[in-house]
């Protein structure tokens, strides 16, 4: 599971930010440049649709994929008190074949992103992540040499970390608690 | 097993293979269905943080980490159709290491006995290639000598097809394992 509360910032006053993530986090940033694959499944595969990210993790040297699936945000009475998202959330290490593994199993593709940048790593109570990341759309296919941003102005930030089923509660504070510090 | 025993082979711990065969889970039967039939998985007790794909057709094998079956799980597109469950023990023997065990199939019905032979000085396929087959050749000895029935058959990897490197890695022994469970699917019980 993952507690994560999401924001945006205009450009210019992206600088700014990471000087008071740096200060905050006393460590250095760093880079962001993931292709995000929204892979769905093919009209007659499975009971319902679904669909998963192939994440491929282009800021080091040798290309890391990841298979991520999103699951449903928490609901109820309880959810609508947590101070941010708590959804499920798996993520797994997998080799470079990926793609046409998941396209062999029936899977297309929906849709597919490039998200550059950078995040800062924190521990308060647990790890969390501040990324701040400008979202590109990729007008060819795979093309991420091509990419453009979807508003040009204005970047993402995400403020993010893990959680198991019983703990959930204090995460969330946490993350936001550390976003409130962010607010302008 | 008693063939090895019998030589004052020094047992080691146990060890399992899990393999499963699956199909896709399709809405409408009567509809096309234009995504692989043949897709199998492979786990073994030894690297337990890692799970392994094989989809035959494309002779394609996928490495992830073992929380891939949660994923898997989630998305039901593909369901179980069937699984080979192999076990038994490890021995060392100077340079080698047997795994000698058998293969059951859904828990119920023992499909075969199956020996493996690592030879643990070189993980080149190439030039281990001789050794190995000789060893095994002097391992049938053995087995004629104890009066045992039985002959070892080797069953060829198709690495070559697969597209594996010469160095041997969990990936050639997952194609190894998925193609013994093929093998073993295609006999008669």
Not at chain 1, 115 to 137: D, E, L, N
Request: aromatic share 8%; glycine share 6%.
């Amino acid at each position: 599971m993952e507690c994560i509360m999401q924001g945006i910032i205009e450009t210019q006053h992206v600088e700014g930010l990471a000087v008071l993530l740096q200060g905050l986090c006393g460590s250095q940033r760093q880079a962001v440049k993931i292709h995000d694959l929204c892979l769905k499944s093919g009209p007659n595969l499975g009971q319902v649709p679904s669909e998963m990210h192939l994440m491929c993790d282009l800021s080091h040297q040798e290309p890391r994929w990841i298979v991520r699936h999103v699951g449903g945000a928490m609901r109820g009475a309880g959810a609508e008190q947590m101070p941010a998202l708590v959804r499920s959330v798996l993520n797994c290490r997998i080799s470079n074949n990926a793609l046409r593994f998941f396209h062999s199993l029936g899977y297309k593709l929906d849709h597919e992103l490039l998200q550059t940048g950078f995040k800062f790593q924190f521990h308060k109570v647990v790890p969390i992540t501040v990324s701040v990341t400008s979202v590109c759309k990729i007008p060819k296919l795979h093309m991420i040499e091509e990419a453009v941003p979807i508003t040009p102005g204005l970047q993402l930030v995400e403020v993010s970390a893990s959680t198991s089923g019983d703990n959930y509660t204090e995460v969330a504070a946490a993350v936001s608690g550390l976003a409130e510090q962010l607010a302008p | 097993m008693k063939s090895i025993e019998s030589l004052n082979v020094t047992r080691g711990a146990r060890w399992e293979a899990k393999a499963a065969q699956y199909r896709p889970m399709l809405r409408d039967q009567n509809l096309p269905a234009d995504f692989a039939r043949d897709l199998q998985s492979i786990f073994f007790s030894e690297n337990p943080s890692k799970f392994f794909f094989i989809l035959r057709t494309e002779h394609m094998v996928v490495e992830a980490d073992s929380n891939v079956q949660d994923i898997m799980e989630r998305l039901q597109t593909y369901r179980n159709r069937l699984t080979f469950v192999f076990e038994g023990y490890q021995y060392q023997l100077g340079d080698f290491n047997l795994k000698a065990g058998r293969a059951v199939l859904n828990g119920e019905s023992i499909r075969g006995i199956v020996l493996e032979v690592e030879y643990l000085p070189v993980s080149s396929i190439e030039k281990s290639r001789t050794l190995l087959q000789e060893f095994v050749e002097l391992w049938q000895d053995v087995i004629s000598k104890h009066s045992l029935n039985g002959k070892i058959s080797h069953l060829e990897p198709p690495f070559g097809s697969y597209l594996l490197s010469d160095t041997y890695s969990w990936q050639h022994t997952a194609v190894q394992y998925t193609n013994m469970m093929t093998h073993f699917l295609s006999q008669r019980s």
